[in-house]
C-alpha cells in the first residue's frame, strides 16, 4: 500500500529556511517522481517543483528557482523540500505527490504540513 | 504561470447534473491532454479524480467524467451527491514543461 508521511507542522520566523520531509512506502521509488504543491489558506494549489526519485532531476517554477530546493534520499526513500528566504507569504499548507513519470498526474499525496511565517 | 481559470462556485441538486469549466491558454490545456482534476474536502489532501483528460482512476465513480475543447477543459459530475461537496481544482501540464493548477471551484450541493 502506497503512503507518503510528511514531518510535522513548523513555525519559523521570516527571512528564516524550512525543511519539510516525505517517506514514501509501498511502491518502486526509482519510477517515480515526486511533485511539492502548497496551499496557503484559504487558497488555491500552487505546484512548486518536481524531482525524479530515479535519476535525481528536478524542475522548478521560475517563481521558485533559486528560492527552493528538493532532493530524494534513496536509501532512507524520502523527499525533501527546501525553501530558503521565507516570508509571511509563505505561510501554507506543504503537499508532496506522487507521480509515474512519464505521466502528468499525481495519484497519491501526502497528509501535509503546516508552515506558518510569522515574527 | 498564470493559474487555469474556473468559476468560484458551482451549485447543483441531488441526483442533477453540473459542469466545472477549466480555462487555459495554447501553452497549457490546449497543448496536451494532460489535464487532470482534483477533489479537496476541507482540511484534507486533494485526490486524483480524472486524468489526460478523461480517464478515471480505479475506485473512481463513474459519475464523475471529462471533457477538453480547445483552451477549456470541463468536469461533469452526475447525479450530484451530498459527497460531492468540496472544491474542485483542475491541472495541466505546460509547455514549459511545468505544471499550473486552477483557482479552483467550491461545489454546493443544496
Known amino acids: 500500500q502506497v503512503h507518503l508521511v510528511q514531518s510535522g507542522a513548523e513555525v519559523k520566523k521570516p527571512g528564516a529556511s524550512v525543511k519539510v520531509s516525505c517517506k514514501a512506502s509501498?511502491?518502486?521509488?526509482?519510477?517515480?517522481?515526486m511533485q511539492w504543491v502548497r496551499q496557503a489558506p484559504g487558497q488555491g494549489l500552487e505546484w512548486m517543483a518536481w524531482?525524479?526519485?530515479?535519476?535525481?532531476?528536478?524542475r522548478y517554477p521560475q517563481k521558485f528557482q533559486g528560492r527552493v530546493t528538493i532532493t530524494w534520499d534513496t536509501p532512507a526513500n524520502t523527499a525533501y523540500m527546501e525553501l530558503n528566504s521565507l516570508e509571511s507569504e509563505d505561510t501554507a499548507v506543504y503537499y508532496c505527490?506522487?507521480?509515474?513519470?512519464?505521466?502528468?498526474?499525481?495519484?497519491?499525496w501526502g497528509q501535509g504540513t503546516l508552515v506558518t511565517v510569522s515574527s | 504561470q498564470s493559474a487555469l481559470t474556473q468559476p468560484a462556485s458551482v451549485s447543483g441538486s441531488p441526483g442533477q447534473s453540473i459542469t466545472i469549466s477549466c480555462t487555459g491558454s495554447?501553452?497549457?490545456?490546449?497543448?496536451?491532454?494532460?489535464v487532470s482534476w482534483y477533489q479537496q474536502h476541507p482540511g484534507k489532501a486533494p485526490k486524483l479524480m480524472i486524468y489526460?483528460?478523461?480517464n478515471r482512476p480505479s475506485g473512481v465513480s463513474n459519475r464523475f467524467s471529462g471533457s477538453k475543447s480547445g483552451n477549456t477543459a470541463s468536469l461533469t459530475i452526475s447525479g450530484l451527491q451530498a459527497e460531492d461537496e468540496a472544491d474542485y481544482y483542475c491541472?495541466?501540464?505546460?509547455?514549459?514543461?511545468?505544471?499550473?493548477f486552477g483557482t479552483g471551484t467550491k461545489v454546493t450541493v443544496l
Open positions: 491541472s495541466s501540464y505546460t509547455r514549459s514543461p511545468t505544471y499550473v
Open positions: 495554447s501553452s497549457d490545456v490546449g497543448a496536451y491532454n494532460y
Open positions: 509501498g511502491y518502486t521509488f526509482s519510477r517515480y517522481a
Open positions: 505527490a506522487r507521480n509515474l513519470v512519464g505521466t502528468t498526474f499525481f495519484d497519491y
Open positions: 489526460d483528460v478523461s
Open positions: 524531482i525524479d526519485a530515479g535519476n535525481g532531476n528536478t
